[in-house]
Every structure is written in structure tokens, then in C-alpha cells.
């Protein structure tokens, strides 16, 4: 569903309400989002779960693949949390690539209703046939063994998005809001669409700035248009402060030189 800048880019219960037709299954849920950083505090899911009672016939997937990635005050909250009569028609998806840095470990774990997780496993077994069990005796210890581990990396990762976020606000024509969490920042480009490139690229949109940003000074970002929601780009911070800082120069340079 479409969002924009000023609502945080998230779903409002009135747009969720407009959205939602007979037809209706799923509504997929991400927060943190991927590509946005947006989170929904526990009263936003209140007011969509209100929505989601009056509609019996809509399934809820809540991806919470970032729940560990929030800064600041904060507080992750989740849908099978707030609404107890929505239990039954909520799947909560989650895994160890993020909270965990384990992403090459290909471990991800569901919680729902048990009719539905019996149909979840059937489709998995005959397509997958099975998570590694290496991988999932790494993913249990994961979950089960110390857990300090993910306050030292939301401190740092938090460290990461305020760099990014206030050198990106330095840059000439963008603008970039502060996520609540995950590891990518979203800045608007709307002001640089309609320019021209040092080289004399002309921006019509922002898939040609981000094309242009790669070609001109090597920082690859991905184009808001590519998630649905320009003229935005979408930045991950999920790398060293050594390279956000060459990342954000190159930016801010390519952004000086438009015309
Ligand atoms: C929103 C969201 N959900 C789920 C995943 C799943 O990650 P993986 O396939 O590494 O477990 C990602 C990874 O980028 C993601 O951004």
C-alpha cells in the first residue's frame, strides 16, 4: 500500500480500511520496514488492528525480521501482541539473518495458528525438504545463549544511521527523515529530480539518480520507485563507518554538482 513522508511511512487505519476489499487475504506487515526504517509503535498497531476485527475474512503476516533493530526510546511492539482476538489469523515471521548477523545461516522461524502452520509445513517439506540441522542447532543457540550481543550492535548500528542520517541532510536537495529502526535510511531526492548531472545527465526521475549516482561516483544505492515509493532512494547502513563516510561524500559531491 502506498505511504508517504509525513505519516512516517506507514499505513494509516483509515488507508488500510479504504484498501481492504472482499478480496482481501493478506495484509502484510514489516516493522521495522524494509526498505523504509519505519516501526509502528504499539498504539499505530492498535488502531490497525481495530481495522483487521471488523474484517474476519484478512489474514495478518508480521514480518519482524528487524524486532531487535529500534533505536532510541522505541518499543517494539507486534501484532499477536496487541489484538488477542486477531490470534488466530496472525502469522509472525521472524529469523536470526538480522538480530543475529546470521544471514548466510538461511534460518527463519514462524509462529501462528496450528492449522496453519501444519499447511506451512507440508508446502515446506516438499520444497525445501528441511532446514540444514546444523543451521538450526546455530539458530538455537543463537536464541537461547547470551544476549548482549544485540545491545552492542543496536548501539552501534544507531551510531550508523545518525551519521548517515545528518550527512545526508547535508547534501544539497535531499532530505532525509530519522528511522526508528532497521538499517536503512530513506532519504527523498525530490528536489534533485529535474536537474542535471556534473556530466550533463538530465534526472527525470529518481531511478536515473540512482543510476547516475552509481555511474559518476561508484555509491550504489537502491531507487524508491524499485519498493513502489519515489522519488525516495533507499541507503543501508549495514556496513563500516569507514565506508558510509566514503558512501556519503560521494553522495554529497554528486548532489553539489547538480544543476
Ligand atoms: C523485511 C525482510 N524480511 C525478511 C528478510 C529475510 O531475510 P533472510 O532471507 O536473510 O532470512 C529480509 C532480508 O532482507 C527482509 O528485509
Not at 52 to 57: E, M
Not at 136 to 155: F, H, M, T
Not at 160 to 185: I, Q, T
Not at 207 to 235: I, K, M, S, T, Y
Request: proline content about 5%; hydrophobic content about 40%; overall charge negative.
Amino acid at each position: 500500500m502506498p505511504t508517504c513522508l509525513s505519516d512516517g511511512f506507514k499505513v494509516t487505519a483509515a488507508a488500510l480500511e479504504a484498501a481492504i476489499t472482499p478480496r482481501t487475504k493478506w495484509l502484510i506487515l514489516n516493522s521495522p520496514s524494509n526498505p523504509t526504517g519505519a516501526a509502528y509503535s504499539g498504539d499505530e498497531l492498535k488502531a490497525l488492528s481495530e481495522v483487521l476485527v471488523r474484517h474476519p475474512h484478512v489474514w495478518t503476516l508480521s514480518d519482524d525480521i528487524y524486532e531487535h533493530l529500534t533505536y532510541g526510546n522505541f518499543v517494539f511492539t507486534t501484532m499477536a501482541q496487541v489484538e488477542p482476538a486477531l490470534r488466530d489469523r496472525v502469522l509472525t515471521v521472524n529469523g536470526v539473518s538480522k538480530s543475529y548477523a546470521m544471514t548466510g545461516w538461511r534460518i527463519g522461524y514462524a509462529g501462528g495458528p496450528e492449522r496453519l502452520i501444519k499447511e506451512l509445513e507440508k508446502l515446506q517439506s516438499q520444497q525445501t525438504s528441511g532446514a540444514c540441522s546444523i543451521a538450526q542447532w546455530a539458530a538455537v543457540e543463537a536464541l537461547n545463549g547470551p544476549q548482549d550481543y544485540i545491545a552492542k550492535s543496536r548501539s552501534v548500528f544507531k551510531e550508523r544511521r545518525d551519521l548517515v542520517v545528518s550527512l545526508l541532510n547535508e547534501a544539497d536537495h535531499l532530505k532525509c527523515p530519522v528511522p526508528d529502526g532497521a538499517f536503512y535510511v530513506y532519504p527523498s531526492c525530490a528536489d534533485a529530480i529535474g536537474r542535471s548531472t556534473r556530466s550533463g545527465k538530465f534526472l527525470r526521475n529518481d531511478e536515473d539518480f540512482a543510476a547516475a549516482l552509481l555511474e559518476e561516483e561508484g555509491a550504489a544505492v537502491v531507487h524508491g520507485a524499485a519498493f513502489g515509493q519515489g522519488p525516495n532512494f533507499r541507503l543501508s547502513y549495514a556496513t563500516s563507518t569507514e565506508v558510509l563516510l566514503d558512501a556519503c561524500a560521494r553522495i554529497q559531491r554528486f548532489c553539489s554538482g547538480l544543476k
